[in-house]
């Protein structure tokens, strides 16, 4: 019989079932992977660095997903839930109807394990999108830093900048070779970090906010290794005087934690 989440008072509408479109490798560690299907109509992505979260069924199972319930969300017991992970709406094209997820294959799991192997007709789920970044269209300047985890994000907000920003962008990844393209209307100047050491996670951009130059009009945005974005954030509200709303900063992912929430904003 149908089991029943604790929590009085939630009304999430449930997941919605898509299936993969197509898969294409953008880099070595990169792939990116189209989702379509009816139940993506109104779909829609407001903000850039949005989040959604994908519902991935366990190997060999079958997708099974909640119905919506008098208290909340309702899971069928005889089922193994799918697996949850969260992910950057890369884009959406409303005239197709296809949502493009990246996934960054920095480190083995549930996702990026489905995303090597995914193939047309495989059956997931999304939901949301969520997020309380909203863009300042009127910030004269960016210092954006991510690793990995958050190049599809940064795809998205260096895209909705307007053409009289200026972005200066440091993204570390594990060799220099996994560089990819980062266009956008505003003009941007992109460092590609190599990482020192195979678990020196953030230190290239804990480096770069040290030598950021802070000024009026300037925005800051980060998202990393929840570590490290909580050593960035700290530097840059302290040591170069970043006002907190200027600031944002997200804990992607934790070391040695298989499923980070994520609504880790880095200010505890």
């Given at each position: ?153 940064v795809a998205t907000l260096l895209e909705a900048l307007p053409p009289t920003a200026r972005a200066e962008v440091h993204l570390e990844v594990a060799d220099a070779a996994d560089a990819i393209p980062l266009p956008g209307p505003a003009r941007t100047s992109v460092t590609w970090h190599q990482r020192r050491d195979a678990a020196a ?68």
């Amino acid at each position: 019989m149908p089991g029943r989440p604790p929590g009085p008072g939630r009304r999430r509408p449930p997941p919605r079932p898509v299936e993969v479109v197509s898969v294409a490798r953008l880099a070595p560690w990169l792939l990116s992977v189209s989702l379509g299907g009816d139940a993506l109509a109104g779909f829609a992505v407001d903000a850039p660095t949005s989040h959604i979260k994908v519902f991935i069924p366990p190997p060999g199972e079958e997708l099974a997903l909640p119905t919506p319930g008098p208290e909340g969300l309702v899971w069928q017991t005889d089922a193994p839930r799918p697996v949850v992970r969260t992910y950057t709406p890369r884009r959406f094209d409303p005239a197709t109807g296809t949502l493009e997820v990246q996934f960054a294959l920095h480190g083995p799991g549930p996702a990026a394990s489905w995303a090597e192997a995914a193939k047309a007709g495989d059956q997931v789920a999304v939901a949301g999108p969520g997020g309380r970044f909203r863009l300042d269209p009127g910030a004269e300047r960016w210092w954006i830093a991510g690793d990995e985890s958050a190049v599809p994000a940064v795809a998205t907000l260096l895209e909705a900048l307007p053409p009289t920003a200026r972005a200066e962008v440091h993204l570390e990844v594990a060799d220099a070779a996994d560089a990819i393209p980062l266009p956008g209307p505003a003009r941007t100047s992109v460092t590609w970090h190599q990482r020192r050491d195979a678990a020196a996670y953030g230190a290239e951009l804990v480096e770069a906010a040290a030598g950021f130059s802070f000024t009026a009009g300037t925005n800051a945005w980060a998202a990393c290794e929840a570590g490290a974005v909580r050593r960035i954030r700290q530097h840059l509200l302290t040591e170069k005087r970043v006002p907190a709303a200027a600031l944002t900063t997200r804990g992607y992912w934790r070391l040695g934690t298989m499923n980070h929430p994520d609504h880790d904003y880095g200010d505890d």
